[in-house]
C-alpha cells in the first residue's frame, strides 16, 4: 500500500531556510509525478510544487518561485523541498502527494488543482517566525 512519510519542518525565523523530505514506499515511485502541498490554518490546500518523472523539471505556485526549489531521488524513493527566504505567510502544513496514476504530471494548472486524484502523506508543519 501507498506510503507517503514527511520530515523536517518545524520552526524557523523569516528569511531562514528548511528542508523537507518525503520517503515514498508500495508503489515505483520513479513511475509517478510527486509534489507538495501546503495547507494554512481557515486556507484551502493549495499546491506548490510538482516535480516530473524522470526530467526532474519542477513547476512552483508563484508564491514561492525562486525560493523554494523540489526535487527526486529516485533511486532513494524520496521527495525533498528545499525552502529558502522563508516568510510567515509561508507558515502552513506541508503535504507530499503522490499521483494515483504512473505517467507524465500533465499540466501544472491540473496538477495544483485537482486534489482527489493522489494519494497524500499525513504533513508536517512549517512555522515561520517573523
Known amino acids: 500500500q501507498v506510503q507517503l512519510v514527511e520530515s523536517g519542518g518545524g520552526s524557523v525565523q523569516a528569511g531562514g531556510s528548511t528542508r523537507l523530505s518525503c520517503a515514498a514506499s508500495?508503489?515505483?515511485?520513479?513511475?509517478?509525478?510527486m509534489g507538495w502541498f501546503r495547507q494554512a490554518p481557515g486556507k484551502e490546500r493549495e499546491g506548490v510544487a510538482m516535480?516530473?518523472?524522470?526530467?526532474?523539471?519542477?513547476y512552483y505556485a508563484d508564491s514561492v518561485e525562486g525560493r523554494f526549489t523540489a526535487s527526486r531521488d529516485n533511486a532513494k524513493n524520496t521527495l525533498f523541498l528545499e525552502m529558502n527566504a522563508l516568510k510567515p505567510e509561508d507558515t502552513a502544513m506541508y503535504f507530499c502527494?503522490?499521483?494515483?496514476?504512473?505517467?507524465?504530471?500533465?499540466?501544472?494548472?491540473?496538477?495544483?488543482?485537482?486534489?482527489?486524484?493522489?494519494?497524500w502523506g499525513q504533513g508536517t508543519q512549517v512555522t515561520v517566525s517573523a
Open positions: 502527494a503522490a499521483g494515483q496514476h504512473a505517467g507524465s504530471c500533465g499540466v501544472w494548472y491540473r496538477w495544483k488543482t485537482s486534489l482527489n486524484d493522489k494519494n
Open positions: 508500495g508503489f515505483r515511485f520513479s513511475d509517478y509525478c
Open positions: 516535480v516530473y518523472v524522470t526530467s526532474g523539471t519542477a
